[in-house]
DNA sequence: TCACGTGTTACCCC
DNA sequence: CGGGGTAACACGTG
């Protein structure tokens, strides 16, 4: 799941409970710490309370009191505020404890996982080479971050380095609603379709941020691209697919032509 | 059994 | 160095 929006509502779970006290720090399967012992982890989290999370891309940073903890959720993370009696499930590999309830960290896969450092020059060290968030980026920054680029619209989307927090889902939504082909060359794209691309991207990332996910819903494309023969639901075109640097990335060959 | 998946990184090639 | 491609990581599903 976890793109921008879903990451941003991990960071709202964590927020309600900012301020409180850490009076546990349980790991379940440390195979999802990243630099960091179970023993360090409960050493410098217990006792402290986080301050307010931020977010920046698909990272959740959370300073508490010193140390910073830092969370990448992968494909198959997430965040969820628990009453501590409620069975835990299988795949909880963290787990923070308040007065109220548990913080549980959950990740299948476990691609990514919980980091650590000592202080805020680490965790920014940690993000150095990420753009800008996609939240934060103007019409023109949007402009001045293309220029330059070679190589197809879809892998400029989905570059971390090059903007923050759209993931395989948001880039072909994009493309998608901007009616541009994910497989054009950026060098390509004119003036007007990097603005159609931009306020794709705002209209995208302000409704699924609302939802906390890229909502599937039957008039996105995101709600017909899983179904084998999806049709566009703009033009009931049915859907291209083809592999992307390894992600499968689909478009409507009648909307967004080459 | 095999392919696939909302992410990232290492590594090879041009 | 910039981009493209693939494998690997880990685990569940069809």
Redesign the pocket.
């Known amino acids: 799941?976890?793109?921008l929006p879903?990451v941003e509502g991990f960071r709202r779970v964590l927020a309600e409970h900012a301020g409180e006290p850490i009076t546990a720090v349980r790991v379940c399967d440390a195979?999802v710490l990243r630099g960091v012992s179970a023993r360090r982890l409960d050493e410098a989290l217990r006792g402290h309370r986080f301050g307010q999370p931020r977010r920046h891309?698909?990272w959740l940073i959370a300073p508490a009191d010193g140390p910073v903890l830092m969370l990448?959720f992968?494909?198959t993370g997430s965040l969820s505020w628990h009453d501590a009696d409620e069975p835990r499930h299988?795949?909880d590999r963290v787990v923070w404890g308040f007065q109220d309830g548990e913080l549980r960290f959950r990740d299948?896969?476990?691609?990514?996982g919980v980091r650590l450092v000592a202080d805020e020059g680490q965790a920014g060290r940690t993000l150095d080479d990420l753009g800008p968030d996609a939240l934060d980026v103007s019409r023109e920054e949007l402009g001045a971050l293309l220029a330059g680029?070679?190589?197809?619209l879809k892998?400029a989307l989905?570059d971390?380095t090059l903007i923050a927090g759209l993931?395989?889902?948001l880039a072909d939504e994009i493309c998608w609603r901007a009616r541009v082909s994910p497989l054009r060359n950026v060098p390509d794209l004119d003036d007007d379709e990097v603005t159609a691309l931009y306020q794709a991207m705002r209209r995208v990332l302000r409704d699924s941020v609302r939802a906390g996910?890229?909502p599937p819903r039957d008039t996105w494309l995101t709600g017909a691209r899983d179904e084998p023969e999806g049709a566009c639901p703009r033009c009931g075109t049915t859907l291209s697919r083809r592999?992307?640097?390894?992600?499968?990335t689909v478009w409507c060959r009648t909307c967004q032509p080459k």
Not at 149 to 152: E, L, N, P, S, T
Not at 243 to 248: K, L, V
């Open positions: 799941m976890p793109e879903d195979g891309g698909k990448h992968g494909m299988r795949h299948m896969r476990k691609l990514q680029r070679r190589g197809r892998s989905t971390q993931g395989n889902l996910r890229v592999r992307i640097s390894g992600r499968t």
